[in-house]
């Protein structure tokens, strides 16, 4: 089993036991199990999955951030993350209109990096609802 930490910058979000840990980082996907070798990782705007204790499956939207991983603990340091029951669908529904419409405005005015990366969250949360 693996200790399980997340945390955000409003405070530890989960404190639980998996079996393994699914999530993508910068480099692309990898999957978790126990006495895997430590690793420390940076998180890309995606799914994080786990197997919990019992077998079920645990879904999250989560938007950045890091895992540190070593002796079957892994710590996240995570800039937000959701549960997939968490998930408010219209608003993120209405998040990635917005940030569609902004990515084709292109005007002098618009922040394109903040409208990327407010499309990626949207959609990651829309995936991980749906999924």
């Known amino acids: 089993m693996i200790h399980c930490k997340i945390v955000t910058p409003l405070g530890v979000y989960r404190d639980v036991m998996v079996k393994n840990i699914h999530c993508t980082s910068v480099e692309g996907e990898m999957t978790i199990l126990p006495n895997h070798m430590p690793v420390f990782i940076s998180l890309k705007s995606s799914p994080l999955k786990f ?3 019992f077998d079920k499956k645990k879904e999250y939207a ?3 951030g890091f895992l540190y991983f070593e002796n ?7 800039d937000a993350i959701e549960g997939k029951g968490d ?3 219209e608003r993120a529904r ?11 405005k292109r005007d002098s005015t618009t922040n ?4 990327e990366l407010a499309l990626v969250r949207a959609i990651n949360r829309i995936h991980v609802y749906d999924d």
């Open 62 to 64: 989560v938007a950045g």
């Open 72 to 78: 079957n603990e892994a710590l996240f340091l995570v």
């Open 51 to 53: 197997l919990n204790e």
């Open 87 to 89: 998930i408010d669908i």
């Open 112 to 115: 394109m990096k903040r409208a």
């Open 94 to 104: 209405r998040a990635y209109r917005r940030a569609r419409e902004r990515l084709e």
